[in-house]
C-alpha cells in the first residue's frame, strides 16, 4: 500500500499566515498516476495550541502528536518570533525539538524561517537564503551562514531554504519536481494556477515599477512562442507578431517577466527538454531537437550552465526519483 511522504508545518507564532497555509496548498496538487496523494501535509504546532499569525488571527491545528515525532519532511514557515530575528536565541523547547530530529528528517524553510534555522545551529557552514528585506539583520547574528541574499530558493540536499512568501511557492514545486519529476510538478502548479517552473537562482527582487496595465502585452506572443519552440525565431520575427518595434517589445517583455525575450525563450526549451529527459526515453539528441535546442552538444552546454548536470545524469536521477 502507497505511503504519502510525511511533511509537518511548524508554525512558530508570530507565524506568517501566507508561508504557512502554502505546503498544504502546493503538495496537494502532487498526485500519483493513480490520483493517490504523495504527500500527507500537516500543520502543526509544538504543544497543540492554536497558532498566532502576523495579521490578528490564528490558526488552531488538528492535534496528532505523533506526527511532530519523525516527519519525512519538516517545514518552518516565516515567523516573526522575537529571539531568531533579534538575539540569535531560540525557545528551549523549539531547540530541543530541532536537536532531536532524526538524520532522515529532510529540512524547509520559507522566508524568515531561516533564522529559526540558524539559531539551532542548522545552517552553519552552509548555503542558505532568506527575505531579501531582512538580509543585514541575518548576516549579522549569523555570520557563519554562506547567505545568498538575492536567490528564490537554496537546495542544499537536506536543507533547503526559500525568500519570501511567494519563493515559498517556486521552493515546495521544486521539491516535488525532486521527488518526482516535472510532470507531477507541473500538475500540481495549474491546481494552483501558479508558474510551474523558476529557477532557484532567479532574483528575488528587481526594483522597478510594475507595467503599466493598459496596452497590449507581451503575453498573446509568449503563449505563440511556447507552440514553435523547435522554430529558429529572430527578434524582428518576433516583435512583430507583438505588433512592436523591437526596441518596445523588448522593454515590455523585460518589464512583464523580468528577463528578455532570447534569455525566457532559451529558459522556456530548457524546459521542455527537462520534461522530455523525465517522461520519455527518446534519444538526447531527439530531445535537444525536439525542445528547439537544436544539437546535443548545445543541450549539454545548458543543461551544464543552468544545472550543472548533463543531461544523462539528469536524467538518471529524475527518472528514478519518478
Known amino acids: 500500500m502507497h505511503q504519502p511522504h510525511r511533511i509537518a508545518v511548524l508554525g512558530i507564532p ?10 498544504s496548498q502546493i503538495f496537494a496538487g502532487a498526485l500519483g498516476p493513480d490520483g493517490e496523494a504523495l504527500y500527507d501535509v500537516q500543520v502543526c504546532s509544538l504543544d497543540g495550541s492554536p497558532i498566532r499569525t502576523t495579521k490578528g488571527f490564528s490558526i488552531l491545528p488538528e492535534p496528532d502528536p505523533d506526527f511532530l515525532t519523525a516527519p519525512d519532511t ?13 538575539d540569535g536565541s531560540l525557545d528551549p523547547k523549539l531547540a530541543a525539538y530541532l536537536a532531536e530530529l532524526p538524520r532522515t528528517t529532510r529540512i524547509m524553510s520559507i522566508c524568515t524561517g531561516a533564522f529559526v534555522l540558524a539559531a539551532a545551529g542548522l545552517l552553519d557552514d552552509r548555503p542558505a537564503t532568506t527575505h531579501w528585506a531582512h538580509v543585514r539583520r541575518f548576516q549579522r547574528l549569523y555570520p557563519q551562514v554562506e547567505l545568498h541574499p538575492d536567490v528564490l530558493f537554496v537546495d542544499d540536499g537536506d536543507v533547503l531554504t526559500s525568500a519570501g512568501v511567494a519563493a515559498g511557492i517556486d521552493l515546495c514545486l521544486h521539491v516535488i519536481r525532486r521527488d518526482h519529476g516535472s510532470e507531477v510538478a507541473n500538475r500540481a502548479a495549474r491546481s494552483s494556477v501558479v508558474p510551474p517552473w523558476r529557477d532557484g537562482g532567479q532574483s528575488q ?18 503563449a505563440w512562442l511556447l507552440e514553435r519552440l523547435t522554430d529558429v525565431r529572430t527578434l524582428d520575427e518576433v516583435a512583430a507578431h507583438a505588433g512592436m518595434s523591437v526596441r518596445t517589445f523588448t ?5 512583464e517577466t523580468g528577463t528578455s525575450p532570447l534569455d525566457w525563450l532559451l529558459q522556456q526549451r530548457i524546459e521542455r527538454a527537462r520534461h522530455l529527459l523525465e517522461s520519455t526515453d527518446l534519444p538526447i539528441e531527439a530531445v535537444a531537437e525536439q525542445s528547439g535546442l537544436s544539437t546535443a552538444a548545445s543541450l549539454r552546454k545548458h543543461l551544464r550552465q543552468r544545472l550543472g548536470t548533463s543531461p544523462a545524469a539528469y536524467r538518471r536521477t529524475f527518472r528514478s526519483g519518478a
Do not use: C, N, Q, S
Not at 508570530?14 to 505546503?23: E, M, Q, R, T, Y
Open 14 to 23: 508570530d507565524v506568517v499566515g501566507f508561508d504557512l497555509a502554502i505546503p
Open 205 to 222: 527582487y528587481i526594483e522597478r515599477p510594475l507595467p503599466e496595465p493598459t496596452g497590449v502585452g507581451t503575453a498573446p506572443t509568449r
Open 74 to 86: 519538516l517545514i518552518i514557515p516565516g515567523t516573526y518570533a522575537e529571539g531568531p530575528r533579534t
Open 251 to 255: 522593454r515590455k517583455f523585460r518589464e
